[in-house]
């Protein structure tokens, strides 16, 4: 059965840092599109960033460009999220998903053939970053 | 960076009606474009891929359409599971997502 479970989470004060993870179940993340997703209280959905397939290509967020790290240990089947300098508005639910994706980089850029979406999600992880 | 707006922010309807929902983009997209649903207290849950495909498990009364900067989600009689929030998203080097649908009960 596939599964993707998230921990890690926890109260921090600004300007610290935390490191979240994502371990996968039922797949194999090596070759596997995967991301992190947020939720700020009361608030919609909002990419963080991703980790490609085989490539390993990241991609961040505007928002956490510089101040957050997306990677993986594939012997242990995990994605993980390193967090930096932590601001209040980084305050959320943090989820990871894998992502049923198929296309190839050219020049940085991801030329899709196909997207089934965002298809398995983990119940969540919570950061709070409060003084 | 493509933007997209979902309205109305919060649709109230009765079970058995039908719901439709609008996700608009900035710029004219690929079919790339999927739908979730998300339950108070819940992760979201894929509901349709590339516009238009059901993912699995999905019940038929969920269709996608669309195409350009104006996508739909219609959900064809609604029943009371169905109450809770949808988001739009597209898929292209990044990833984006609508603000999102309430549906309610009226």
């Known amino acids: 059965q596939v599964h993707l479970v998230e921990s890690g989470g926890d109260l921090v004060k600004p300007g610290g840092s935390l490191r979240l993870s994502c371990a996968a179940s039922?797949?194999?993340?090596?070759?596997?599109?995967m991301a992190w997703i947020r939720q700020r209280p009361g608030k919609g959905l909002e990419w963080v960033a991703y980790?490609?397939?085989?490539?390993?290509?990241?991609f961040y967020a505007d928002s956490v460009e510089g101040r957050f790290t997306i990677s993986r240990d594939n012997a242990k089947n995990s994605l993980y999220l390193h967090m930096t300098s932590l601001r209040a508005e980084d305050t959320a639910v943090y989820f990871c998903?894998?992502?049923?994706?198929?296309?190839?980089?050219?020049?940085?850029?991801?030329?899709?053939?196909?997207?089934?979406?965002?298809?398995?999600w983990g119940q969540g992880t919570t950061v709070i970053v409060s003084s | 960076e493509t933007v997209l707006t979902q309205s109305p922010a919060t649709l109230s309807l009765s079970p058995g009606e039908r719901a439709t929902l609008s996700c608009r983009a900035s710029?004219?997209?690929?079919?790339?474009l999927a739908w979730y649903q998300q339950r108070p207290g819940q992760a979201p849950r894929l509901l349709i891929y590339?516009?238009?495909n059901r993912a699995t498990g999905v019940p038929a009364r969920f269709s996608g359409s669309g195409s350009g900067t104006d996508f739909t989600l219609t959900i064809s009689s609604l029943e009371p599971e169905d109450f809770a929030v949808y988001y739009c998203?597209?898929?292209?080097?990044?990833?984006?997502f609508g603000g999102g649908t309430r549906l309610e009960i009226k």
């Open positions: 998903a894998r992502e049923d994706t198929d296309g190839y980089f050219e020049k940085g850029y991801l030329y899709l053939h196909s997207y089934k979406g965002l298809d398995v």
């Open positions: 039922g797949f194999d993340i090596s070759d596997t599109y």
């Open positions: 980790i490609s397939g085989i490539e390993s290509v990241t």
């Open positions: 710029q004219s997209l690929t079919k790339f």
């Open positions: 590339e516009t238009s």
């Open positions: 998203q597209h898929r292209d080097n990044w990833l984006s």
